[in-house]
């Protein structure tokens, strides 16, 4: 079955900080990779996504390439801000299922501070 | 536009009770799909509408149910509630729930079983 796993949190960084959150996965198929961010007392908001390999999603200086030898779509910015802090979720679909359903990662929260 | 809406915001259950919940999509949108959020599990689908029909169900017990309206709205019910259904429910739209569409997440309702 297809799975997500992301780097556990939380990640704490200074403003300004260089950021990486990890996310690999196992999936039948060729899915199609999202990263989606949720603000506290908030619902998910799609940051950016990828469909097929070497693909780069970007978005609010947030990057992730899909990387097919790796099974992996590492989101990273350069230099974070105090918005930023949420929590971030890798998350996939595949064309098996070929419908909106997304399989997550646990999420990681990103704590940047002043 | 209206973004997706989800009532109501918070609600407070005791074991054995049922529980209804609404969503309605964003104006437009076909496909409506559940989530459960629980800190332990992270993200995990529940089922998706499409034109009044579940096109697809996650692996959950026949306790959860739900169904969608001529107008896309959607309701999920929840019987015989147990105090692992603790959770945030989460709606997502989209415009006919194709695998690459964005998805559209409404603020959530987050369900207490006591």
């Known amino acids: 079955g297809n799975s997500v796993t992301q780097m556990e949190g939380p990640v704490t960084l200074s403003e300004e900080a260089f950021l990486t959150i990890n996310c690999t996965y196992t999936?039948?198929?060729?899915?199609?990779l999202f990263w989606y961010v949720q603000y506290p007392g908030e619902g998910l908001q799609l940051l950016l996504k990828?469909?097929?390999?070497?693909d780069k999603g970007s978005n609010k200086g947030f990057e992730a390439t899909y990387r097919k030898e790796t099974t992996s779509f590492h989101l990273e910015k350069g230099s974070v801000q105090v918005s930023d802090s949420a929590v971030y979720f890798c998350a996939l679909t595949s064309t098996n299922s070929g419908y909106s359903t997304l399989t997550f990662g646990k999420g990681t929260m990103l704590l940047v501070s002043p | 536009k209206a973004g997706v809406t989800q009532t109501p915001r918070y609600l407070i259950k005791t074991r054995g009770q049922q529980v209804t919940l609404s969503c309605s999509p964003i104006?437009?949108?076909?496909?409506v799909s559940w989530y459960q959020q629980t800190p332990g599990q992270g993200l995990q689908f529940l089922f998706e509408y499409f034109s009044e029909t579940q096109r697809n169900k996650g692996n959950f017990p026949g306790r959860f149910s739900g169904r969608q309206f001529s107008n896309s709205r959607s309701e999920m019910n929840v019987s015989t509630l147990e105090l692992g259904d603790s959770a945030l429910y989460l709606c997502?739209?989209?415009?006919?729930?194709?695998?690459?569409?964005?998805?559209?997440f409404g603020s959530g309702t987050q369900l207490s079983v006591l």
């Open positions: 997502a739209s989209s415009l006919v729930g194709g695998e690459n569409e964005k998805l559209f």
């Open positions: 104006s437009g949108h076909r496909s």
């Open positions: 990828a469909t097929k390999a070497d």
């Open positions: 999936a039948t198929g060729y899915p199609s």
